[in-house]
């Protein structure tokens, strides 16, 4: 009995062998030719209808949420097959996962094909049962006597499965052995036992695998996160730093091109009275062409309404979405497969796009187009900005001019109200103070009236009085001054330098004069210090009176007096300090 069931077991296998569906559990399959199988795959076959679970939507979506089909081998399914093999004293063993319109293998130890028609599929039945399906003589069951691998070869005639159930109760597929011997008997308990707690290793070892898919996408998805926040962050950098609108677009296409490692992007000026977008400059992927130039929407496909109410503009598929799908060749001839286009508005109108596109299908996800629309608003910023400059370029020279104008006015009237006075000296001295005062105010328009670097203050004023190179320095960090200090620190500068030229170190030939600064904090508010030096030049003498030019001197670099004086065999030594905040004040 033994003997023959052992004879039995062997010509089995012979048989499978022989039609090619059998390899050894430690050994690559040897191919042979197999007139029902094409390449690693079972010729379809239209006699056998499967059930209609197969095609349940529900099923079907638990399926693809493993993603699992056409994976490559992995050792703990293949490990499971071969466990299951041995126990069930079976020549074939499956994970079979059954799909729309398919049944694949995952692992398979035995069974040659990668995948089979569901024809030829007994796993398919398997999904309506709660337990094992367990049938004994293939050929006599209705549901699988007409199927194409028990009628011809390699005419297999015992099935068991234990169905792959998830967590939710959707049946996946089966962990199956077969057999090409018919068993009236069945699988003994422990067998059945057996195979029911492989099928269990098998859901947890997809369940794992998922949950690590999971993690590692997880994890993708927040590297893709802070990158995008410090691409955010340089795209402001770099913005600020532009200087023309042409230079914002190629930073911002490129950055987007990158990050989103779309085949294009771009910018585009929309004119709706036309019906057009110009495209000022895009960014494009090795190989892809560019679509700079004017574009009509129209020849695109029904576009415009989405543009024009300002809703971004998505597009997954154009062969696909109702936008585009009645004729999508346009589209694939610019070699646009998906898009996005954000709108950039302007008092409520939509006037330029940020243009996202991909050249194959592809599901844009919220965090892109979260994405896409803080670089549109930035760009929106840094190109209102650039206009906003410009035009405040045109007012500055404006005012300027009437500035300039209302000084020369000032200075006319004060030549003529004091021209019968006899001691001229008080005269000039407002006159050269009336100049210094329009100094401070040409600093101040170079930087749209709110701020003026110091160096371009002192600088303007000093070069009023004509000083030979060499005999005055000057120096320190890049500060800006709010308007306040810019006017007090002009009249200061203008007084020290008429006391050096008067009576001070450039009132002979040798002597010089110097004006330094620096930021200094001693763990309190940080001040600005202002150093005046004059050397070479007669000793400096504290003046007898105290003259208006002197109160100027006394109220200091806001007004507010910090002012410490020295009068030295060497000359006038004297620093000025304020509180930082309050220099930049506006």
Known sequence: MAGSFRLSRRSSVLALRRAGFVREACADCVPVARPTCCGDRVAPSASVTPPDIVNDAQRLAALASYDILDTPPEPGFDEVVHIARVLCDAPVALVSLVGQDRQWFKARDGFAPSETDLASSVCAHALLEPDLLVIGDLAADPRTLANPLVTGEPRIRFYAGAPLRTPAGEVLGSLCVIDVAPRPAGLSPKQASALRNLAAQVMAQLELRRALADRDALLRQRAQAVARREDLLKLGDD???????????????????????????????????????????????EGIASIAGRHRFEDYGDLLPDILRGDPLVIHDVRADPRTAADPEPMLALQIGSLVNVPVRDRGRTVAMLIAQDDRPRAW????????????????????????????????HELSHRMKNMMAMVQAIATQTLKGVPDRAPVDALLKRLLALASAHDALLTADWTSAPIGATVASVIARFGLDDGRFAMGGPEVQLGPRATLSLAMLAHELATNAVKHGALSVEAGKASAFWRVEQDGGEPELVLEWRETGGPPAREPAARGFGSRLINMGLVGS??????????????????????????
């Open 239 to 285: 913005l600020r730093e532009a200087e023309t609108e042409k230079e914002m677009i190629r930073i911002a296409s490129r950055l987007v091109g990158r990050a989103l490692d779309a085949s294009r992007a771009g910018f585009g000026h929309l004119d709706a009275r036309t019906e057009h977008i110009d495209i000022v400059q895009d960014w494009t992927r």
């Open 365 to 396: 996800s919220a965090e892109e187009l979260v994405f896409l629309r803080n670089v549109a608003d930035r760009l929106e910023v840094g190109v209102g900005r650039l206009r906003a400059e410009a035009d405040q370029r045109i007012l500055n």
């Open 561 to 586: 007096g910090g002012v410490d004086l020295r009068f030295l065999p060497s000359g006038l030594e004297g620093d000025f300090r304020a509180p930082l905040h309050q220099v930049r004040q506006s």
